[in-house]
């Protein structure tokens, strides 16, 4: 049963500071995603990674960068929190095998920036 | 440009009626499509998926439906529940490609 879990469930930041949110599949997959959800605007695509130490832009990279140094851990950085990155934070992992490219998702990190 | 839409925010049906919920897309690449459903609180969950092959595909109470020459898709679910109540997201996926490509979602309500 594949299982993905993020580090935090809730997180309040101010503006300015460095965020870390981390992200771990235990099921061995290639590839890995972070995504951000908003009302009206559905999930969309931060940053994602096919292999350890690789990293592709997704649709809104701004003011993000990510992290894969082992293959179980994908982190995604704020460099320096902003009130417009308030949001819901999702990560999901995926196997290039699987033929219908259904991703698994962590339970997700409610971000608060102040 | 938004590639997957889901042009209804939110849906309300009675228990024990059909549930039908619509997804539009533009880019003729896409070989398969998703549908996942998300409780407040928690990852979205996989629900059922489709080959662009293929024109309909059926677990249970959930059904997908695919039209290419429109470029639409549809999931039915009947009889719908309680349980389903939930937001329900429409992904597509390129030819490829490993990503997926997201629709707004739309939020679904199961009046007893």
């Known amino acids: 049963d594949v299982k993905v879990t993020q580090s935090s469930r809730y997180l309040v930041k101010r503006t300015g500071e460095k965020v870390f949110l981390e992200c771990v599949q235990d099921?061995?997959?290639?590839?890995m995603f972070w995504y951000r959800q908003d009302p009206g605007l559905g999930l969309r695509l931060i940053y994602f990674?096919?292999?350890?130490?690789?990293?592709e832009k997704g649709d809104i990279p701004e003011g993000y960068s990510v992290s894969r140094e082992k293959k179980e851990r994908f982190s995604l950085i704020l460099e320096s929190a902003s009130t417009n990155q308030t949001s819901m934070y999702l990560c999901?992992?995926?196997?290039?095998?699987?033929?219908?490219?259904?991703?698994?998702f962590g339970p997700g990190t409610r971000l608060t920036v102040t | 440009d938004q590639q997957v839409k889901q042009n209804s925010p939110s849906l309300s049906v009675q228990e024990g009626r059909i549930s039908i919920l619509n997804c539009d897309y533009t880019?003729?690449?896409?070989?398969?499509f998703l549908w996942y459903k998300k409780y407040p609180a928690e990852g979205p969950t996989f629900l059922i998926s489709?080959?662009?092959?293929?024109d309909k595909n059926e677990d249970g109470r959930f059904t997908v439906f695919l039209n290419k020459s429109a470029k639409h898709l549809s999931l039915h679910i009947v009889p719908s529940q309680p349980g389903d109540s939930a937001v329900y997201f429409c992904?597509?996926?390129?030819?490829?490609?490993?990503?997926?490509?997201f629709g707004q979602g739309t939020r679904l309500t199961i009046n007893p």
């Open positions: 999901a992992s995926s196997s290039p095998g699987q033929g219908n490219h259904e991703q698994y």
């Open positions: 099921m061995d997959h290639e590839n």
């Open positions: 990674s096919y292999d350890v130490k690789m990293k």
């Open positions: 880019n003729s690449m896409f070989d398969y």
């Open positions: 489709i080959s662009s092959i293929k």
């Open positions: 992904a597509a996926s390129v030819r490829g490609a490993q990503k997926l490509v």
